[in-house]
Every structure is written in C-alpha cells, then in structure tokens.
C-alpha cells in the first residue's frame, strides 16, 4: 500500500536559517505529492504539490522537487521566518482513489 | 471565494452522548473527506462522500457515520462517544475528479468527551 515518511520533529531554527524536511514515499504507480501546512489552532492548508516526477511545486519561498529516483520529495527554503513555526505534512495521492496518504506532520520551531 | 466551514469550532460532550459535525465545502466541490487528528495517531482518514455517496472508508468502529447532502455539504455523527474520541475532526473538500487539485481543509471542530 501506499505510505509517506517524514522526519520526526521538531525541527528548531533560528530565523534566516536554511530548512530542509525530508519526506520519501512508497506508492503504487505515479503518486502526486503535496506538502500541506498546519499553523497552530487551523486546518492544513496546501503549500506546493508536484504531479509527475522531476517537477518542482513552489510557494512561499518553499520548494520541493519530485524525485522518482529517491521516491522523494523533500521541503526546502532558504531563510525561514518565525512565522513559518508550524506543522508540515507530506502527503500523496495514487491509484485513482483520491484519497491523500499523509505522513505523521514535522512541527517546525523558528526561533528569532 | 469561501472556504470550507465546519461548524461548531468547539464541543464538550459526555461519554456516551452522540453529537453531530458539520462542514460546508467549497462551492463547486463535490467530494467531502473527514479526517481525525489526535497527537497520538496523526491524521486518520475516516470516509469520503461524492455526490452523496460513501466512496471511500477508513478503518473506524461503525459508532463513526456520515452522509452528503444534494448541495455538497456534509455532516458526521459519533454515537456512544468514548474517551478516546476527544480529538480535532477535519473536514476537507475537493472537485474529486480527475486531476488532483488537492485538498482544501476546514479549521476543523475540536471535540472534547469528559
């Protein structure tokens, strides 16, 4: 079956650092990939997605490529802000069901 | 555009009363998933509605029921409530076909059972 894995958090950074969460999946097929942010007391909300290998989904500064290869797709951006701190999920969708497989969430602390 | 609106935004219930879940989704969605968020579990899906039909299911006792309305909108009931159902149940919605879209998620309805 379909499964995402994701770093265990938190992650702690001070402002303007360089973040990276990993995320690799094992899926039937061709899985789209999203990564969904959830701020503190909210639902998650779609960040980027990327739906054939070797694409790269972008919002906000974050960026993550689709790597067939590595069965990856890792969330990066250059220089976080305090107002990042939240949770990050990684999630794909595959064989038709349309029903997002999520990973178990990375919380983010960014620290001024 | 609105998004998707669940309602209440919290709830305080005893065991072994039933309560009831709304979401309204985004206009022009048709499909409707509800997800349980505890620190322990994660995010477990629960079932999904597509045109007011039971498309998918999770793997949740029979106490956890939903349905669809003709406009889209949602409802999920708990009967019998446990302790271990104290949880943040997510409603998110999607056109459901074709191409993913993505979901977009409700700020959710945070229930307690005491």
């Known amino acids: 079956g379909n499964s995402v894995t994701q770093m265990e958090g938190p992650v702690t950074l001070s402002e303007e650092a360089f973040l990276t969460i990993n995320c690799t999946y094992t899926?039937?097929?061709?899985?789209?990939l999203f990564w969904y942010v959830q701020y503190p007391g909210e639902g998650l909300q779609l960040l980027l997605k990327?739906?054939?290998?070797?694409d790269k989904g972008s919002n906000k500064g974050f960026e993550a490529t689709y790597r067939k290869e590595t069965t990856s797709f890792h969330l990066e951006k250059g220089s976080v802000q305090v107002s990042d701190s939240a949770v990050y999920f990684c999630?794909?969708?595959?064989?038709?069901?349309?029903?997002?497989?999520f990973g178990r969430g990375t919380s983010l602390i960014v620290h001024p | 555009k609105a998004g998707v609106t669940q309602t209440p935004r919290y709830l305080i219930k005893t065991r072994g009363q039933q309560v009831t879940l709304s979401c309204s989704p985004i206009s022009g969605h048709r499909s409707v998933s509800w997800y349980q968020q505890t620190p322990g579990q994660g995010l477990q899906f629960l079932f999904e509605y597509f045109s007011e039909t039971q498309r998918n299911k999770g793997n949740f006792p029979g106490r956890f029921s939903g349905r669809q309305f003709s406009n889209s909108r949602s409802e999920m009931n708990v009967s019998t409530l446990e302790l271990g159902d104290s949880a943040l149940y997510l409603c998110a919605s999607s056109l459901g076909t074709g191409n993913p879209y993505g979901y977009t998620f409700g700020s959710g309805t945070r229930l307690t059972v005491v």
């Open positions: 990327a739906t054939k290998a070797d």
């Open positions: 899926a039937t097929g061709y899985p789209s």
């Open positions: 999630a794909l969708e595959s064989g038709g069901s349309y029903i997002p497989t």
